[in-house]
């Protein structure tokens, strides 16, 4: 169970998005005797007056791994009889009840959400995935005993080889629990020890990592040692993909610039800008330098745009116990700043290229929401600048 939760913090950090569940005209799942006919709030009201534990199953009709639960974990006499006297149970349509799945921002279906009568309203914690009968009713049963989510996930790994998952956790509720330092120490762990091109922990080595190590490195300033370490070291190995992850962490972000504009005129540094093209990204925005994002990294903006367009499609293919929302589409978020970058630097003529191929692939409410909006806030940042330049 901890692997699919961090498949899907994985999943957040490749395209940072939040996702919500749009309504659709779906026939209504058959709901298994085990719900309860209550509406969420009525079910939140009923769980506390019974101090019994409150189950969420978000689920959709054309989701299999849900189908694949109605006919097996929910029909399960022993989860039956354990939820009949232990929880109040309601299972969520996400086609039929958007708001509820907005507000719980649920991404990928099923996911299961459990909260315990002394949870003060809080989560005890959320599943995503098939969950076979015993895996719920041990899940179920430890939240009743009063385990904390941290001492079940102990559980759920002991005596695994999941070694990076376990440390994933672990720095998380040490940074929870108040102990930076330990905190920090994890962090840098993880950094050292995750491969960059790992298919599956690559994205939150690029993404959470470096966002938890800067965040720790400000309450615990002597670690910043340990980071400066890392980035001479990767300096030194000619790893540019780390170094300027590392600059970012240390807010040296004008060090990484320094070398581009060396790099971005030198032949043999084109691959390498290239092959750093998302990190680099972020930098160069930061530094309002969108002219360089646009002829530099994007310099055939609807070759990329197509390239894009293929890896969001991807995106959307369902693993074995996880469906992914029928409304998730990553491709806005992971195509708006090469617009962006084209608008802000004033080449309006391209902008408008790329905008109608963008929707040629996915004209969808949401990207055209998205590419106004960028149009809107890179044509003000760009009339700023000009100013700021007189």
């Not at 922990?201 to 720790?216: D, S």
Request: neutral net charge; proline residues 4%; glycine residues 4%.
């Amino acid at each position: 169970m901890t692997m699919k939760f961090w498949h899907r913090v994985v999943l957040s950090c490749s395209i940072a998005l939040s996702c919500t569940i749009a309504a659709s005209s779906t026939a209504a799942m058959a709901s298994a005797e085990v719900f309860s006919n209550l509406t969420y709030e009525q079910a939140k009201q009923q769980a506390q007056k019974e101090e019994k534990l409150l189950l969420l199953d978000f689920t959709a009709t054309w989701c299999p791994p849900c189908r694949r639960m109605e006919s097996t974990t929910w029909v399960d006499e022993s989860v039956q009889k354990y939820i009949k006297e232990n929880a109040i149970a309601i299972q969520i349509d996400v086609d039929k009840d958007s708001k509820t799945s907005s507000l719980l921002k649920i991404e990928a279906m099923p996911t299961l959400i459990l909260f315990t009568p002394k949870g003060g309203g809080k989560e005890f914690g959320r599943q995503v995935g098939y969950m076979s009968a015993s895996e719920l009713l041990r899940w179920m049963q430890g939240a009743k005993d009063g385990k904390t989510s941290q001492e079940m996930r102990k559980e759920e790994t002991a005596g695994s080889d999941n070694s990076i998952w376990d440390r994933i956790s672990k720095a998380r509720d040490l940074g929870t629990a108040g102990k930076n330092a330990e905190s920090l120490n994890e962090y840098i762990w993880l950094w050292s020890n995750i491969s960059a091109d790992d298919p599956d922990l690559g994205a939150i080595r690029a993404g959470l990592v470096p966002m938890e190590i800067k965040k720790l490195c400000a309450l615990v300033p002597a670690g910043k040692a340990s980071v400066v370490a890392l980035r001479d070291a990767a300096e030194k190995a000619e790893n540019r993909h780390d170094w300027i992850l590392l600059n970012g962490i240390l807010d040296d972000n004008v060090r990484t610039i320094a070398w581009f504009d060396k790099a971005k005129v030198d032949p043999k540094q084109h691959d390498v800008i290239l092959k750093n093209t998302a990190p680099l990204q972020s930098v160069l925005y930061s530094a309002s330098r969108y002219a360089d994002v646009a002829n530099v990294l994007y310099a055939d903006p609807i070759k990329k745009v197509n390239e894009i367009w293929k890896r969001a499609e991807d995106m959307k293919k369902p693993r074995p116990d996880t469906e992914v929302s029928k409304s998730f589409d990553a491709f806005p978020s992971m195509v708006i700043m090469l617009y962006g970058a084209y608008v802000g630097a004033g080449k309006d003529a391209d902008a408008e290229k790329i905008q109608a191929e963008c929707i040629r692939l996915d004209d969808t409410p949401e990207l055209r929401d998205a590419l106004a909006n960028m149009a809107k806030g890179m044509r003000t940042a760009r009339s700023a600048h000009a100013k700021a330049a007189k």
